[in-house]
């Protein structure tokens, strides 16, 4: 079974500090994590992915994460936010496994507020 | 662009209609999936295709049917619709690779009367 957890409802950051958003996984495998962005009243937008290699993934809108198997953790990280960062963030699960579900299973998000 | 676009932003039905909301996308995907999306519960997947004419259950079929007569359409049909299926309505596809992300629509936000 594949399973993701996003610890925190909310996170709380003012413009222009370092800004991390939580993740954290359960696979049988290896897994394929992923993390998508949601405007109000807007569908998913892809963010970033990790596949294999590099355990640095960076991604859209200055946006990176960290891939820690010892820690089976996949935080959102990006070095100063911004006040248009604001929005919900999923982070989702797929396990390589063979016979594994080829659904992700996504965590129930985290909004980010970034104050002024 | 790729594009996955949803028949709908916002719906109003009432109780007993029947509902159908449209998701085409136009990226040659496989897979295309329907999620709903309520205040701290995430996203829940209802049903998803991998062909067409193929479909499966995800975690909350229940009240819902689903249709892909062809690969770039696939369409979620609220048989009777009933006030617990207000929510945000999303469509999703990827291609069957596991390592591919999915592209989401916009959201058909339906309120049920």
């Known amino acids: 079974a594949q399973s993701v957890a996003q610890p925190e409802d909310q996170v709380n950051v003012a413009e222009g500090n370092p800004l991390t958003v939580k993740c954290t996984y359960s696979v049988s495998g290896n897994p394929y994590l992923f993390w998508y962005v949601q405007y109000p009243n807007r569908g998913l937008q892809f963010l970033l992915k990790?596949?294999?290699?590099?355990?640095l993934v960076k991604g859209s809108y200055g946006f990176e994460a960290e891939f820690n198997k010892s820690q089976t953790s996949f935080h959102l990280k990006k070095p100063s936010a911004l006040v248009s960062d604001s929005a919900l963030y999923f982070c989702a699960v797929r396990d390589m496994k063979a016979g594994g579900s080829y659904i992700p299973t996504f965590g129930r998000g985290t909004s980010l507020i970034v104050h002024p | 662009d790729v594009k996955v676009t949803q028949s709908s932003r916002y719906l109003v039905k009432r109780t007993g209609e029947k509902v159908f909301l449209e998701c085409v996308q136009d990226?040659?995907?496989?897979?295309m999936f329907w999620y709903r999306q309520d205040p701290g519960l995430g996203l829940r997947l209802i049903y998803f295709s991998y062909d067409v004419k193929m479909k499966e259950k995800g975690d909350i079929p229940e009240g819902y049917s689903v249709s892909r007569e062809k690969k770039e359409r696939f369409s979620l049909i609220l048989e009777s619709a009933s006030t617990n299926q207000t929510s945000m309505y999303l469509c999703?596809?990827?291609?069957?690779?596991?390592?591919?992300?999915?592209?989401f629509g916009p959201g058909t936000r339906l309120t049920v009367l």
């Open positions: 999703a596809s990827s291609t069957l690779t596991g390592s591919s992300e999915q592209f």
């Open positions: 990226m040659d995907h496989e897979n």
């Open positions: 990790y596949i294999t290699g590099d355990n």
